[in-house]
């Protein structure tokens, strides 16, 4: 007899490369990680260290599923990112030892209520409702990191409709993985399933119903979604 008082949810997973699936524990996500985003969203990028905000594991899609246009928005934007998937567990892990804890890497799109975002921001308000609803988080298939032998730069870019968006090396990052990781690792001891997506480079921007998104990184592999 099942000892839960109702049916226990479903568990986010990731599909890999030559298959298996990864099953996601936590989503945290780094905001203004690329100098040139932080500028076009009104930041000096030299400021302040990184931070973090998170998504719910569920907000996870996968298979190239079509995303749901969200509710209560009118800016609703891509964010294209490089996503570590964490294998090892630790806390207050140094920058050296770093990538030694990183199970595998995928391509991921952080979608955001624009419009909400800067309401929060305004009121100094939690970035929840802007970052954290359903169906936020398309993710790639993810592949081992034995097999990525140059995790730290490769380019990164977005298309929407065929048209470039969003075009970056990885190299551009303010705080490269390690250091992402070391900070990150000081507020939350980091657990196998947990995911990290490592900021975006310049060029974000609206999407609308029928929108057809593909994201990629060299040596990494692509993103899929299309806007329902």
């Known amino acids: 007899m099942s000892e839960y008082v109702i049916a226990p949810p479903p568990q986010a997973t990731i599909p890999v490369a030559g298959g298996g699936l990864f099953p996601v524990r936590r989503i945290y996500c780094v905001g203004r990680n690329y100098a040139e985003h932080a500028r076009e969203m009104g930041h000096d990028p030299n400021a302040e260290p990184p931070f973090f905000f998170a998504k719910p594991a569920d907000a996870v899609v996968t298979g190239g599923a079509a995303v749901p246009y969200p509710s209560e928005t009118e800016n609703f934007h891509h964010e294209i990112e490089l996503v570590?998937?964490?294998?090892?567990?630790?806390?207050?892990?140094?920058?050296?030892?770093?990538?030694?804890?990183?199970?595998?890497?995928?391509?991921?799109?952080?979608?955001?209520?624009?419009?909400?975002?800067?309401?929060?921001?305004?009121?100094?308000?939690?970035?929840?409702?802007?970052?954290?609803?359903?169906?936020?988080?398309?993710?790639?298939?993810?592949?081992?990191?034995?097999?990525?032998?140059?995790?730290?730069?490769?380019?990164?870019?977005?298309?929407?409709?065929?048209?470039?968006?969003?075009?970056?090396?990885?190299?551009?990052m303010t705080w490269d993985l390690p250091h992402v990781i070391a900070e990150l690792s000081r507020y939350f001891a980091l657990h196998p399933g947990d995911l990290i997506m490592t900021g975006t480079p310049a060029g974000v921007g609206p999407v609308v119903r029928g929108d057809r998104l593909l994201g990629s990184i060299a040596g990494i592999g692509t993103v899929a979604t299309t806007i329902a």
Do not use: C, M
């Open 84 to 172: 570590a998937a964490i294998g090892v567990a630790g806390a207050s892990i140094a920058v050296a030892d770093a990538l030694g804890h990183v199970w595998g890497y995928a391509v991921g799109i952080d979608l955001t209520r624009r419009d909400l975002q800067a309401w929060a921001k305004k009121g100094a308000k939690p970035w929840e409702i802007a970052k954290g609803f359903d169906h936020s988080a398309p993710i790639g298939t993810l592949v081992r990191a034995a097999t990525v032998p140059q995790p730290l730069r490769g380019r990164i870019e977005l298309s929407v409709n065929g048209e470039l968006r969003q075009g970056a090396d990885l190299s551009d």
